[in-house]
């Protein structure tokens, strides 16, 4: 019986140990926090989640333009460095990053920009290093978005997030190789 006890309490240490090793679950987790991080601010500017049902079609892209306008760019860049070509590549990709499945109108959308959004949706929802690589090097748009996460979240989510505490190290290394990409 003890045998079974000790048996099973090394897998699980061996498990825990093996998981903390996986980068791809940190990097993941991060990532997800920040996804987290946009919906829940948005949600508070717009009321979206809650007004979403009564709206017309293209509801979202007005919440979105107001999120952007008033959370958004005014916290944490100088508007007048910011070109509307690189705000329309915001818009999109915080779009697609906070509710995916809403409809915004695709057809601002360069092809390029289509596959764009493709990669940060496979990012999300079908998560490998390849695809993370791929949006670090080509989306910079996600690298600002992940900037702004990193400026407004990354020390109180560090201090309070309880799995995070748990394998503060681990998540500080995850932040600096996500530094590094983005």
Do not use: W
Not at 156 to 171: A, D, G, K, P, V
Request: charged share 30%.
């Amino acid at each position: 019986m003890s045998n079974e006890n000790s048996l099973d309490q090394f897998t699980k240490k061996k498990y825990r140990r093996n998981y903390l090793r996986r980068n791809d679950l940190i990097l993941k987790t991060i990532l997800r926090q920040m996804r987290r991080f946009y919906k829940l601010e948005f949600n508070r500017v717009t009321g979206f989640i809650f007004l979403k049902r009564c709206r017309e079609g293209n509801y979202y892209a007005r919440c979105l333009d107001k999120f952007l306008d008033e959370e958004v760019l005014p916290k944490y860049f100088v508007l007048s460095q910011v070109h509307q070509k690189e705000r329309q590549s915001i818009f999109l990709v915080l779009g697609s990053l906070i509710y995916p499945k809403e409809e915004i109108d695709k057809s601002i959308c360069t092809p390029l920009e289509k596959i764009r959004l493709r990669l940060i949706y496979d990012m999300n929802y079908k998560f490998n290093m390849a695809t993370v690589l791929e949006v670090g090097d080509s989306v910079k748009a996600f690298k600002i978005l992940y900037n702004v996460f990193v400026l407004a979240r990354k020390e109180q989510l560090l201090s309070e997030n309880h799995t995070m505490i748990r394998s503060l190290s681990e998540y500080q290394k995850g932040f600096d190789a996500l530094d590094e990409i983005f």
